[in-house]
T-cell receptor
Framework: DAGITQSPRHKVTETGTPVTLRCHQTENHRYMYWYRQDPGHGLRLIHYSYGVKDTDKGEVSDGYSVSRSKTEDFLLTLESATSSQTSVYFC????????????FGDGTRLSIL | GENVEQHPSTLSVQEGDSAVIKCTYSDSASNYFPWYKQELGKRPQLIIDIRSNVGEKKDQRIAVTLNKTAKHFSLHITETQPEDSAVYFCAAPYGNKLVFGAGTILRVKS
């Protein structure tokens, strides 16, 4: 769907370790997003990007950073992972702003022990 | 605030019956309202969307209605089938972000 690939698909790591998740898209979409999905909370926005090197915070950005050095790649980093960051992470991309459809990747299941 | 209320949180229907899920939003400037379906272990997938210049949109067995005055929109699924069982999310824009509802678990009993 819209050529969005997330890696890794699954990861188990320990508290305090750094973790980087990658999102790659092939459709030249300008906007890219990182969400986390937890039971009872739906999809919550972590960070988003509106162009190369242009990023902004979402609803739950504490403990996360992002980078976008190329149009096709959007990286999410947990500098020092905590157990509260155990979640399923979805990347999405869209042609334009919030009034355009977002297309999602397959998700990354991250467990922090 | 930036909030999208979605109801009900769970919905069980008999195969062949209709299902309705409702969402409310607070920003009168919101002009785009998508609905996503997420099957277990899969990605959310866009199933239908509506823009604020129309009141209703249909695509086969699914339809979305929008009441801008009341700031709510609804997803209607007719003649439900077991494969309609999934989690459904609504969303509305706030500024340049989409805010999602908490989701509705739809179970279609055969």
């Amino acid at each position: 769907d819209a050529g969005i690939t997330q890696s890794p698909r699954h990861k188990v790591t320990e508290t305090g370790t750094p973790v980087t998740l990658r999102c790659h898209q092939t459709e030249n979409h300008r906007y890219m997003y990182w969400y986390r999905q937890d039971p009872g909370h739906g999809l919550r926005l972590i960070h988003y990007s509106y162009g190369v090197k242009d990023t902004d915070k979402g609803e739950v950005s504490d403990g996360y950073s992002v980078s976008r050095s190329k149009t096709e790649d959007f990286l999410l980093t947990l500098e020092s992972a905590t157990s509260s960051q155990t979640s399923v992470y979805f990347c999405a991309a869209s042609q334009g702003e919030s009034n355009q459809p977002q297309h999602f990747g397959d998700g990354t299941r991250l467990s922090i022990l | 605030g930036e909030n999208v209320e979605q109801h009900p949180s769970t919905l069980s229907v008999q195969e062949g019956d209709s299902a309705v899920i409702k969402c409310t939003y607070s920003d009168s400037a919101s002009n785009y309202f998508p609905w996503y379906k997420q099957e277990l272990g899969k990605r959310p997938q866009l199933i239908i969307d509506i823009r604020s210049n129309v009141g209703e949109k249909k695509d086969q067995r699914i339809a979305v209605t929008l009441n801008k005055t009341a700031k709510h929109f609804s997803l209607h699924i007719t003649e439900t089938q077991p494969e309609d069982s999934a989690v459904y999310f609504c969303a509305a824009p706030y500024g340049n972000k989409l805010v999602f509802g908490a989701g509705t678990i739809l179970r279609v009993k055969s």
